[in-house]
């Protein structure tokens, strides 16, 4: 473009444009194409070719013009080369057009240069170059800053994108986390269900077998326990057949064995299954001892092993389930007894730091080291085959470790070959619970309104516990947490600590209201009252209803049977028998005749019998009885609902009642009382909701407090 411009103006203005200016552009053209070529790979003599180039054609073109005003463009040469080749090619610059200005024109053959302009030149090169120098040095400074944004802009760019495609990934695996999640959580609510339809098979199944088997066993055991030991209710004894009275002692015995064999798995059935409720009672281990010891020294003696029993003095009481610790022990030395044949047993009370330690040691063969892991297992005898059992089931040890766990204390053992084994579990001791003695300062008369009010203010809910269980106040307060829980032994201080502690309710001991030691009209105002029966405490009776004197469990023995009525104190009692099984009511007629209670020819009243609760309800409105024997499992009703029906009909004057059933007692919330409140189930309350309802009834219904005085 350049050259098509200059040929254009020479042609047009040749006094301007002169032809001999086409050597300097000729000279232009040359270097600016080398300086271009030189570019791509030697930057250095490029800008070196460059700026001498210049400095050539300059004074070229002074030298064909003769205007000296064309050296000043070499004033400009500094200025470019401090953008190019930095401060020392810039000096380099200035120090080569010092001595071109100076050394040129003789050299070259052209004029002088004027001094004038000769230290113009020099001067304007030294300012260009300091100006250059300072415009360069911000220029680069705000270059190498830009560059170094620009470098980092594009490491985080790049981070960035790593980031990115790292989120991505990871978005990926979330969503397939996500989806597996949601897998995992539809399996597992399957399986939930599973496991809840299980553990609903189970329970039925438990209830089917506990029915299902004891029934019949009822009946075995009981016919061939009359057999066995009143054989004279079917004939004399010397009219039986030859060894059939053997045979009958034979068929007791399995017969025995196999019930131990199933209310074992039945029990453990029910610890696993975390349903197993302990009838506590306050009592001294050496009486469960001395109960053993009658049980069992029959059978030492047969076999001529000697029962040693060791107390320390002044052992305190246990809280206990006094049957599931009898059984323990009773298991412990019946091991001992089977697995020695020399020597004896030696049972052992000591005391310890918050607990009472008891131990069963043998002078058997002992135990291997290698099998002692093995002791406590499940259906396992160690030192036996598993097909090769000496006696018993392989479950009593097992199942005694699993009691003393529920009682909060443990079992383990020692055991030497050849020197026998000692066997040793801890009861912890429950000391004395304190009753509360608050008071409250500041007036001598105050009243209930002004008391509750306070306490509102304070935020401070109180639940008054009355039971003479010593651990029924830690029972409701592992229920009620957000509550501040005191206790009452005594029925008597009930009003008084009312009175003082002005709580939110009153949780009572079923035994205390079935007894009518708590009189309501004594309390200062009106506030809830709830009838509980503590799980753990109360003993077994407190779980009964009222009116049933007794709960019999089958198969049910002769011998317990029998009890149940004498404990009643009615001489030649009228009994009703209410049950749809023929063998079960003939089982209770032999019973009773052959202990010489309403036999025909003694007794005026025989057995009533009834095999439906319609046929149970009619009999008790049209025939005199003073007893009545009650299954629960009815063709047309509920054993309950007929016991409900009679003492609705009856009133304070229903018959006492004993109820004999395959199903073992339900663990329900009763209570009892006009002016106390009752919650009834005719099925159990499990542990997560008796204090959910608890908590309901303390927050829906709330003491009423009347005016002041």
């Keep these: 473009i350049y050259a098509l411009w200059h040929f254009i103006a020479t042609l047009t203005w040749p006094d301007i444009f002169s ?22 790979g030697h930057y250095l ?18 030298g064909t013009f003769k205007q000296v005003e064309i050296l000043l463009l070499l004033v400009f040469l500094p200025l470019m080369a401090i953008m190019t ?21 003789r050299v070259l053959g052209i004029p002088s240069i004027p001094p004038s302009y000769l230290i113009g030149i020099i001067l304007g090169s030294v300012f260009t170059t300091l100006f250059g120098w300072g415009l360069s040095n911000n220029l680069f400074t705000a270059i190498d800053a830009s560059s170094y944004h620009f470098q980092e802009a ?49 329970d039925r199944f438990i209830l089917a077998v506990s029915h299902e088997l004891r029934s019949p066993l009822n009946f075995i055991i009981g016919f061939s326990d009359l057999m066995v030991n009143s054989p004279e209710t079917y004939a004399p004894l010397d009219e039986w057949p030859a060894g059939l009275y053997d045979d009958t002692q034979e068929i007791y015995r399995s017969s025995q064995h196999l019930l131990q064999l199933i209310n074992d798995i039945l029990d453990m059935g029910q610890i696993d299954a975390k349903q197993m409720s302990l009838f506590r009672e306050k009592t001294h281990l050496l009486q469960i001892v001395e109960d053993v010891r009658r ?34 022990l009773l298991n412990l030395v019946n091991n001992g007894l089977r697995f020695t044949t020399q020597g004896g047993v030696t049972i052992r009370l000591q005391g310890g730091e918050n607990e009472i ?64 084994t000692c066997f040793y579990f801890s009861i912890p001791v429950l000391e004395e619970a304190q009753e509360a003695e608050t008071t409250l300062d500041g007036e001598d008369a105050p009243t209930p309104r002004g008391f509750y009010e306070r306490r509102l203010r304070s935020q401070e809910q109180i639940v008054l516990v009355c039971s003479p269980d010593p651990a029924a106040g830690e029972v409701v307060q592992h229920w009620l947490d957000e509550f501040k829980i005191e206790q009452v032994l005594e029925p008597a201080r009930l009003a008084e600590q009312i009175q003082q502690l002005l709580p939110q309710a009153v949780l009572i001991d079923k035994i205390l209201v079935d007894s009518r030691q708590i009189l309501v009209q004594d309390f200062p105002y009106e506030l809830p009252l709830i009838s509980v029966v503590f799980p753990g405490t109360g003993g077994r009776q407190a779980l009964l209803p009222f009116g049933v004197r007794d709960y019999l469990v089958k198969p049910v023995s002769r011998q ?12 030649n009692p009228r009994m009703l028998l209410v049950d749809d099984d023929p063998a079960m009511v003939r089982f209770v007629q032999q019973t009773f005749k052959s202990d010489g209670l309403n036999a025909p020819e003694t007794d005026e009243f025989p057995i009533v019998t009834a095999y439906t609760g319609l046929e149970a309800l009619q009999t008790v409105q049209t025939t005199p009885l003073d007893v009545i024997l009650l299954d629960l499992d009815l063709p047309d009703m509920s054993g309950w609902d007929v016991l409900a029906q009679i003492q609705r009909n009856k009133g304070d004057e229903a018959l006492p ?39 309901s009834i303390l927050k829906e219904v709330r003491p009423k407090i009347g005016s002041d005085g």
Excluded: C
């Excluded at 003599?45 to 002074?62: D, N, T």
């Excluded at 609510?189 to 339809?197: K, L």
């Design 19 to 40: 032809p001999d200016l086409w050597i300097s552009t000729i000279m232009m053209l040359v270097l600016v194409t080398v300086t271009i070529r030189l570019l791509d």
């Design 45 to 62: 003599a490029a800008q070196v070719v460059w700026l001498v180039g210049l400095m050539a054609v300059i004074f070229q073109a002074y």
């Design 85 to 105: 080749v930095g401060s020392v090619g810039t000096l380099l610059t200035v120090t080569l057009i010092m001595l071109a200005v100076v050394f040129a024109p």
């Design 154 to 202: 594009r490491k985080h760019l790049e981070e960035a994108r790593h980031h990115r495609a790292e989120v991505s990934r990871m978005l990926k695996e979330l969503n397939q986390s996500n989806y597996q999640l949601e897998r995992l959580n539809q399996m597992l609510q399957q399986a939930r269900r599973r496991a809840e339809d299980a553990r609903s098979d189970r």
């Design 295 to 328: 049980m069992v020294w029959r059978a030492f003696e047969q076999k001529g092993l000697r029962l040693s029993i060791e107390v320390e003095p002044d052992l305190p009481n246990v809280f206990v389930d006094s049957t599931r610790i009898r059984q323990v």
């Design 357 to 420: 330690l008891v131990s069963v040691a043998d002078t058997g063969s002992g135990i291997a080291p290698g099998d002692l892991p093995k002791v406590f297992d499940d259906f396992r005898q160690v030192g036996v085959d598993s097909w090769r059992r000496r006696e018993g089931s392989g479950l009593g040890l097992s199942i005694s470790r699993r009691f003393v766990q529920l009682h909060g204390g443990k079992m383990w053992l020692e055991s030497n070959v050849g020197e026998g």
């Design 560 to 571: 317990k049977l029998v009890q149940a009525i004498q404990q009643l104190e009615i001489k």
């Design 657 to 695: 009642v004993i109820i004999v059933s395959a199903h073992d007692l339900p663990q329900t919330l009763y209570g009892n009382g006009q002016e106390v409140l009752e919650v009834k189930l005719r099925r159990p309350l499990s542990q997560q909701e008796l204090p959910e309802l608890l908590k």
